[in-house]
């Protein structure tokens, strides 16, 4: 039974404007998958195939609204170099809006429409190692991806002229009540550290199953708090980063309490979830075999990209100044053996 | 230039050697303890060794009764726990202290009254493990310690000797952890920034910080077992809710970073030693760093590999071949690297670099038996047979034992002034090369063919005889090659030629003083500008008219009636102070032998004399910590500050204590983390918690004492705060409410002990209960020790210590913020889980 009641619902609570918008965007997806349309805290009754796009308007809007304002963020830069007629040489912000990072942000933000939205998204409702998957994409894979765009920047930038300074003036309001504090890497690495093990208590993983309210505040929290990790390691622009060795010490530890979550899960005699019980049969897994593969998932996959990321900010710790070689011979000097410093 | 001969005389008597017979257990300088450490490790190589040969006799024919299969099992145990414990990591340890002042640029290391402690301990735990032999109580559970077999039910006073010995030795391991990562943080010469560091420093700065993890993590699981054996407490025990399989995960998530934190420092040695050889710098300096960071990196999530036959989830198996495979790749990285310095060169084939290629040889070898084994079927077959023996074997004498034969030929010049022959070096390699392939290549076959590991002989129609004779003859040539080397080392020591400052023409800073060196290492710090220092001419000496230039001249002979030296910038290794350095004192002596006594105490259940060792051990660390009058009348009326414009006195990250502190918080946080993930294991495999009779935890009570807590490190920041705007009463009033709010939470602490209807003998919950607990609440009485102490002193001390005071007010409001942190997770854990979970 095709069931199309959540987009419209969701538009009648946004306002007038938006109604036609989504219940035209809500019919013609319907129309096209469906099985996308599946009410609130409804799972699908059958095994989620590749026909079950979610299309939640509230990703869909959030998603559609950064996008916007990214793009208009760097034709804004773009075009203020134009008029300026900058040098060649590129100064700090033309870098942090170079084209790789661009490119950063952009697959970043599929990847996040495809994680969110994609037959993952279905299959998640009916494994805990695919629901491991998303959250592992969210917090790994795409916060960094995102961050290393900048975001934060851009998107101020492509905020339109008049509220800018509206923006601008709140934000000054925060920095008074401790928004700075969110640069703090001790409370980044507890906030990003509470997040990944409380979602993970039986309770507050199994409302989120039940309810698409709580499943959209779970992956927002999951976003928001990898977003503030990644950022104290990856901005690119803020002198508040940290040091590369600090770096490496930050990502080394949030993957020893990762792996020993991811532990507990592997061993546990028991399934956590009752709620994917049933479920998981149709993919061929007992519910225990599927808290396994999730436990194993978050153990090794998921802490790749911390080792990838340590290791390229131990590199760049340890490097030396490229044309060092050439400036110095490096053999060794005859009789430099005898002096005594 | 006789003002300078004598200020060398003056700088000479400052740093000399203490004289006489009680003189000898008060020295604390690097270089004397580093050798002591050697020393003392390379007996215990030998004994290992005797006992090793002992059980190849044994085993050379099949339905042999020359030991008996008691015997047999106390010498492998043995065997295994001096070769892991009492000589890899010490000697490692040893040469790190030994040597790393002086590769960086530094007088000594950080803590050099440490030093002298983590020798002691370790000397201590050593001579009790082998005590046992005096008490015919001999280990005999293997050197992994598996429970139940462990368990007080199936061994006695054995299995006591074993856990004390070795948490004596762990605690020096740590010791020695803290003092390396701090020494190579703050005392690296102007110049050498991380990227700088010899790969044998920066393969310890890794290792350190392991050691800080992975041996926190096995003390914890050794003072839990010891507590099941000495007052019953329920850890290990099924009956009582309980898990056996607890320990192993504990000791592997040990056991497995231990084998890197052998094997990181020794290829260290390779990638000091092949270069020289190679006559160019190390090839791929960066990719070799970072396959030191994977691998340490990696190896902490792998433990688990080491229990494939222990019943895990058959999906896992996958995972961890994979995972397993990575740690592969990163040393594929290393060897290739040292192969492509090698490539085109035309190396001497002295004993260094003899031992350096065999390295490469057998350490090949052992790594490819790693991958066979990483992959789950295959290990299903040949698991606990001498397939395994062959190829830890060849992980651990290919891996370890010969880049340790090869860094001891490169440096004894350097250490003993003296040239060792290079003909009985080569009759050395080749002694123990063709030994180690005779004794361990056979027992891949007997592996396949099916010998288990571990039992004392095998019957005559398994038509092994040949092999395992072929083996004992190896392990013979070996012995025969030790012998060689101790005679080597004898005859270089009386009458080797004397050698010069560089031999090797080697690149790193220790060949640019003297041979023997004094033991202040330098009279002026050395400017680094490079990786290879002593090959770049043109750029090791900084200009004389320049800044750092001037600080080199007015340090040059500098401090002079105290030890001291220059303390830089963690990253950036800029200038920062001097740092004061302890001279001999039997201080750390006298602490050794407090914590020998509480734990033969235990041992011997006499626990009046463990709380007299404790008391002696608490009051020695009073006296060692607080700073002494005479000293700080010294260091205020040094005029370095005016001289240097660097100040002697620092706090912050600039102190060489703050550091400390940071790796001491470290070390309890991992203790913690082990203590809640033994909360959590026994948790998730018990039917019922907390069990049956027993009530849930009082969660009012609970809230309150911990919210206590939470406040009390609120204060102690706040009156960091205060102190630093130079409110000092109301620092003071902040210690004094904090310390008090702290007392409040020791109160309802212990009144929500009494309350419980069970105590830590009833069954596990009990003991996880009363143990974490106990454990913060003792975390607990030492801020408030902290705190007292401050409190004597802000205000009342001279405004020149002002740096010194705020140091120790610094530690003590990191220290309360890390109690406070652990709380919360200690309430999470203890009070809230039961009713969430």
């Known amino acids: 039974m095709v069931r199309c009641r959540r987009p419209i619902a969701t538009a009648a609570a946004l306002g007038d404007w938006t109604r036609p918008i989504l219940t035209s965007v809500g019919g013609l997806t319907c129309w096209l998958f469906p099985g996308v349309c599946r009410a609130d805290g409804v799972v699908l009754e059958r095994r989620a195939d590749w026909s079950d796009w979610s299309f939640d308007p509230v990703i869909l809007i959030n998603v559609c609204l950064v996008i916007w304002l990214y793009s208009r963020g760097r034709s804004w830069w773009r075009s203020r170099d134009q008029v300026r007629n900058l040098s060649a040489r590129p100064t700090g912000i033309q870098r942090v809006l170079s084209r790789p990072r661009a490119l950063s942000f952009w697959v970043g933000m599929l990847l996040l429409v495809v994680t969110l939205l994609s037959p993952l998204d279905a299959m998640a409702g009916q494994l805990s190692s695919a629901h491991m998957v998303q959250h592992m994409l969210l917090m790994t894979v795409i916060a960094p991806l995102l961050i290393m765009g900048a975001p934060g920047l851009v998107c101020f930038c492509g905020i339109p002229e008049f509220s800018r300074k509206l923006f601008a003036r709140s934000r000054r309001l925060l920095d008074r009540f401790g928004w700075r504090s969110l640069w703090n890497p001790w409370l980044v690495w507890m906030t990003y550290a509470t997040a990944m093990w409380a979602w993970h208590l039986p309770w507050p993983y199994q409302a989120a199953l039940r309810n698409r309210t709580v499943h959209d505040l779970q992956h927002a929290s999951f976003l928001v708090a990898a977003l503030l990790f990644w950022r104290v390691l990856l901005d690119p622009v803020s002198r508040r980063r940290l040091g590369q060795g600090q770096a490496v010490l930050f990502l080394f530890t949030t993957t020893l309490h990762a792996t020993v979550l991811g532990v507990l899960m592997t061993i546990s005699p028991r399934p956590w979830y009752p709620a994917y019980a049933g479920r998981t049969e149709w993919w061929g897994l007992t519910a225990l075999e599927d808290q396994q593969l999730a436990g194993l998932i978050m153990w090794m996959p998921a802490c790749v990209p911390y080792l990838a990321f340590a290791v390229v900010a131990f590199v760049r710790l340890v490097s030396e100044p490229s044309d060092f070689a050439a400036r110095h011979s490096l053999t060794p000097v005859a009789g430099m053996g005898g002096g005594r410093s | ?837």
């Open chain 2, 1 to 837: 230039m006789s003002s300078d001969s004598s200020s060398e005389m003056r700088l000479q008597q400052t740093w000399a050697p203490a004289r006489g017979f009680p003189g000898v257990l008060a020295e604390v300088n690097n270089q004397i303890i580093g050798k002591r450490f050697m020393i003392t490790a390379f007996v215990f190589f030998m004994l290992g060794g005797v006992l090793a040969l002992l059980m190849r006799i044994q085993l050379a024919a099949s339905d042999n009764h020359f030991l008996g299969p008691q015997t047999y099992n106390e010498l492998f145990t043995m065997h295994g726990s001096t070769m892991m414990f009492l000589f890899a990591v010490p000697f490692l340890e040893g040469l790190a202290l030994y040597l790393l002042p002086m590769m960086i640029g530094a007088r000594d290391v950080a803590f050099p009254r440490l030093t002298a402690y983590g020798y002691w301990l370790y000397l201590f735990g050593g001579v009790l493990f082998y005590a046992s032999f005096l008490f015919g109580a001999v280990p005999d559970i293997g050197w992994f310690g598996y429970t139940p077999l462990s368990t007080s039910r199936f061994t006695g006073l054995s299995t006591d000797f074993w856990l004390l010995g070795l948490s004596l030795v762990e605690v020096a391991g740590l010791t020695a952890a803290i003092e390396i990562v701090v020494t190579i943080l703050k005392f690296r010469a102007p110049g050498m920034t991380i990227g700088r560091l010899p790969l044998f420093i920066l393969s310890l700065l890794v290792v350190g910080v392991m050691i800080l993890i992975a041996f926190t993590v096995l003390l914890t699981a050794t003072v839990l077992l010891e507590l099941d054996r000495a007052t019953n407490t329920a850890f290990f025990d099924v009956e009582r809710g309980g898990n056996n399989l607890l320990w192993q995960h504990l000791f592997w998530f040990f056991g497995h970073p231990e084998v890197y934190i052998m094997f990181l420092p020794a290829t260290g040695i390779i990638s000091m030693v092949i270069p020289v050889f190679a006559r160019r710098p190390v090839v791929g300096y960066v990719l070799i760093a970072a396959a030191i960071l994977v691998t340490g990196f990696v190896s902490f999530g792998l433990w688990v590999h080491h229990m494939f036959a222990a019943g895990l989830p058959a999906l896992s198996m996958t995972f961890f071949t994979a995972a397993s495979l990575m740690i592969a790749i990163a040393s594929g990285v290393q060897v290739f690297a040292w192969i492509a310095t090698l490539w085109g060169s035309r190396p001497e084939l002295k004993p260094p670099f003899l031992f350096a290629l065999g390295f490469m040889f057998l350490f090949v070898l052992g790594g490819l038996t790693g991958v066979m084994v990483a992959v789950v079927p295959f290990d299903q077959q040949v698991h606990d047979t001498y397939f395994i023996v062959a190829h830890f074997h060849y992980v651990l004498i290919g891996g370890v034992l010969f880049p340790i034969f090869s860094g001891v030929y490169y440096w004894l010049p350097k250490m003993t002034g003296r040239l060792f022959s290079d003909s009985l070096g080569r009759l050395n390699f080749w002694l123990t090369f063709i030994g180690f392939n005779l004794t361990f290549f056979p027992m891949h076959i007997m592996g396949f063919l099916g010998m288990p590991r571990r039992v004392y002989t095998y019957p005559r129609h398994l038509e092994l005889d040949g092999y395992n004779l072929l083996s004992t003859f190896g392990a013979g040539l070996m012995s025969i090659g030790a012998v060689v080397f101790l005679y080597d080392l004898v005859r270089g020591l009386t009458r080797g030629e004397a050698a010069s400052d560089n031999p090797w023409d080697g690149d790193s800073l220790e060949w640019s003083v003297s041979s023997p060196p004094p033991n202040f290492g330098f009279i002026r710090f050395p400017v680094v500008t490079g990786r290879h220092p002593l090959w770049q001419a043109d750029v090791t000496e900084a200009p004389d008219d320049s800044a750092l230039g001037r600080l080199r001249e007015a340090l040059a002979f500098e401090p002079q009636t105290w030890r001291g030296t220059m303390v830089t910038d963690a990253t950036d290794a800029t200038p920062q102070a001097i740092q004061y350095l302890a001279s001999p004192t039997f201080v750390p002596m006298w602490a050794a032998v407090g914590t020998l006594a509480a734990a033969v105490g235990v041992l011997a259940q006499a626990y009046i004399l463990s709380a007299a060792g404790l008391a002696v051990l608490i009051i020695s660390v009073f006296i060692w910590l607080l700073p002494r009058e005479s000293v700080m009348r010294r260091l205020r009326e040094s005029e370095l500050p005016a001289s240097t414009g660097l100040p002697v006195l620092s706090s912050g990250s600039v102190a060489t204590g703050w550091w400390g502190m940071v790796g001491f918080l470290t070390l309890l946080g991992s203790s913690f983390a082990a203590l809640i993930y033994s909360y959590f294991y026994i948790r998730l495999f018990s039917p019922q918690w907390p069990p049956s009779g027993s009530d849930l935890p009082n969660l009012p009570l609970g809230s309150a004492a911990y919210a206590c807590l939470v406040v009390a490190g609120v204060i102690h920041c706040w009156g960091m705060s205060r102190f630093r705007a130079a409110a000092e009463s109301s620092a003071r009033a902040a210690l004094v409410i904090g310390s008090a709010v702290a007392v409040g939470f020791l109160a309802l602490q212990g009144w929500d002990w009494s309350r419980q209807n069970f105590t830590h003998q009833s069954h596990a919950y009990g003991s996880l209960y009363f143990v974490i607990s106990g454990t913060l609440s003792l975390l607990v009485v030492l801020g408030l020790a902290f705190s007292l102490t401050c409190l004597k002193r802000i205000g009342r001390t001279d405004r020149r210590d002002l740096a010194n005071v705020t140091l120790h007010l610094e530690m003590t409001q990191m220290l309360w913020a890390t109690i406070s942190v652990i709380g919360v997770l200690v309430f999470l854990t203890l009070y809230a889980t039961p009713y969430l979970l």
